[in-house]
């Protein structure tokens, strides 16, 4: 006799507390992009020419279900992704995500793919290019689509990047085809202000979300009394060390900082509760990348 | 035969050369609908192609005055052609009928100004149409008839000579362009004078209170009121109004607002900027800097270095 079906619910155990299946729409499309749009460097009062500053490339950005229209969520345009950094892909420990990818790539006519860092998932949703090993999802040709299935699991919580690990992968990531995934753990509650900072080199200027120098890299607002989180990371070929003035955080150990570093891919968050009001610097304390642009401002009102 | 040859000797003087256009030439036709041309006068630019088209019932042909130009008897129904290589005026008249005459004005160059009416430092497009096959045109300006100087860079024409040049307008100028040929003849568009624009901030208690006045004062004209970002270090485009009959326009803006105010005055919306006020701070009401213009103590070097 077959056991009864809640008997059989019972044993696959209880579904996680408000774990969900969510649906993100995400294309490679071309755009031209320019990373001085204010044309100068305020603080060594260089100035530059739109035409040294501005290229096509392709970037990852949100769609509506079916690729219909392009998207940016209210929280990603706080966070200073979803336009050249790719959308800021939200999730908790225990959900799954499906990345519908599309790749509308008609500047370059390139494959392209993503590859997430973090979270579980099967070899065909990995996003690379492997001969002999990979499927469809590691190379997704001009015009085509693949749906790669993710689970946020244990211990994904955190801030994780994605990027293109296709066979154009190197050209891709250099042109600015990366984001970042926001998991956050069970039970956990999201902050009030949460900011993307991605480092990484762009035509020959040290960017932050494809920005370069104070007033064209992301200004973050925040609210003192107010809880914020920074996710960090680093694509490209070289380190970076992410420093905020006037504010400290506290390792998983405990202990404080203000400064700390990350290579290539690497990625990490950090929180406090906000008491510092005024306009502070963010930036790569690396003085060479600082120079050439990797520098932002904070604005914490009262 | 001898005829012929004294023919041909004659359009080599005048510099007219017979045979087919170039395929890019304009064609102009001059009717011959009975026992007149019409149109009278027509007005052509070296190297376009004349046809002369006889659609009497009678016999006619044209030769230029002084008997150096004559095409021989152009039948009924049947046309005559020629393509002009020199700047000139020409009479010509129909042999047969000596009554008939007409004119023919063969130009160097045509040249228009769009619009006919703008304000000195407003853009003033210039096009026409220069000889077919010209690689080059120059564009000139006289102010107050005093001597023709270059207006701007060359242009290169079209294959068909026809060409366009865009120059800042300026007042009491004329235009006209320079091609292998010849000069055109002159235009002068109506430029008024240039605008003087200024700016004043006055503190209430609740709002700013910002004035634009203009010298003189150009009724219908956008004045933009522009705020400089203190976080993104650029000017950003705030408010727009239309100047009244006084040629003033007034903001209001929040108290809150403390940061620098300027305004730029253009035709239209997205029309280039014609004139722009000094800086003004909201903070104080007094003139300011330009933050844009603020650089780092002891940097004297020009800026203009590309990469960082």
């Not at chain 1, 996680?16 to 305020?42: E, I, S």
């Not at chain 2, 064609?27 to 630019?45: L, N």
Request: proline share 7%; net charge positive; hydrophobic share 40%.
């Amino acid at each position: 006799m077959l056991p009864a079906l809640p008997a059989v619910l019972a044993l696959l155990g209880p579904p996680a507390a408000g774990a969900a299946t969510r649906d993100v729409w995400v294309a490679a499309t071309p755009t031209t992009w320019n990373a001085v749009p204010n044309a100068r460097d305020a603080l060594h009062g260089t100035r530059f020419d739109p035409a040294a500053t501005t290229f096509p490339t392709v970037v990852y950005r949100r769609y509506t279900r079916g690729w219909k229209q392009p998207l940016r969520l209210a929280y990603e345009a706080d966070a200073g992704a979803g336009r050249f950094t790719g959308p800021l892909i939200r999730a908790r420990v225990g959900d799954k995500l499906r990345i519908h990818f599309k790749n509308l790539d008609t500047l370059n006519r390139r494959a392209h793919s993503m590859h997430f860092h973090g979270v579980e998932y099967k070899p065909s949703s990995d996003g690379i290019w492997l001969p002999l090993f990979s499927g469809r999802g590691g190379e997704v040709k001009p015009g085509q689509s693949f749906t790669y299935r993710l689970t946020a699991g244990r211990g994904s919580a955190g801030f994780w990047p994605y990027h293109d690990h296709s066979t154009s992968m190197d050209e891709s990531i250099a042109g600015g085809l990366y984001g970042g995934l926001s998991i956050a753990d069970r039970g956990e509650q999201r902050t009030d202000r949460e900011f993307v900072v991605t480092f990484a080199a762009w035509h020959g200027f040290q960017t932050i979300n494809g920005r370069a120098f104070v007033g064209n890299t992301p200004v973050f607002e925040s609210r003192v009394g107010e809880s914020v989180q920074f996710n960090v990371m680093a694509m490209g070929d070289e380190f970076h060390t992410f420093h905020v003035h006037g504010h400290r955080w506290r390792t998983d150990g405990g202990t404080p900082e203000d400064t700390r570093g990350l290579g290539p891919a690497e990625s990490f968050r950090v929180r406090w509760r906000e008491d510092a009001p005024g306009t502070w610097l963010y930036h790569c304390h690396v003085e060479t990348h600082m120079e050439q642009g990797m520098i932002g401002l904070y604005k914490v009102k009262r | 035969m001898i005829r012929r040859r004294v023919l041909l000797t004659a359009f080599a003087l005048l510099g007219w050369v017979g045979g087919p256009a170039s395929a890019s030439a304009e064609t102009s036709t001059i009717r011959m609908p009975g026992k007149f041309f019409d149109p009278p006068r027509t007005t052509v630019v070296a190297t376009d192609l004349v046809v002369f088209r006889n659609n009497d019932l009678v016999t006619h042909d044209v030769r230029i005055g002084g008997g150096v130009f004559d095409s021989g008897p152009i039948v009924r129904f049947s046309s005559w052609s020629q393509r002009v290589d020199q700047p000139g005026g020409y009479p010509f008249v129909c042999t047969l009928h000596p009554f008939m005459t007409g004119n023919l004005d063969v130009l160097a160059a045509t040249v228009a100004a769009e619009p006919d009416s703008v304000l000195a430092g407003e853009p003033l497009t210039l096009s026409g149409r220069a000889p077919a096959g010209t690689t080059n045109v120059g564009v000139e300006q006289s102010v107050s008839g005093e001597a023709w100087t270059m207006a701007g860079p060359g242009v290169a024409p079209a294959p068909d000579g026809s060409f366009e040049a865009i120059v800042a307008a300026v007042e009491g100028a004329s235009y006209r362009v320079t091609t292998p040929a010849g000069a055109s003849r002159p235009v002068a568009p109506h430029v008024q004078a240039g605008v003087d624009v200024h700016l004043v901030a006055e503190r209430k208690r609740r709002h700013t209170s910002v004035r634009v006045r203009t010298m003189p004062a150009p009724k219908g004209i956008t004045a933009t009121l522009e705020l400089y970002s203190r976080w993104h270090f650029r000017w950003r485009s705030q408010r727009r109004a239309k100047l009244d009959a006084r040629g003033g326009a007034a903001f209001r803006l929040p108290a809150s607002r403390r940061t620098f105010a300027r305004v730029a005055l253009s035709r239209g919306r997205h029309g280039p900027v014609i004139a722009r006020s000094g800086v003004v701070s909201l903070r104080t009401g007094r003139a300011a800097v330009d933050p844009d213009t603020i650089r780092p103590p002891g940097d004297h070097h020009d800026g203009h270095d590309g990469h960082g």
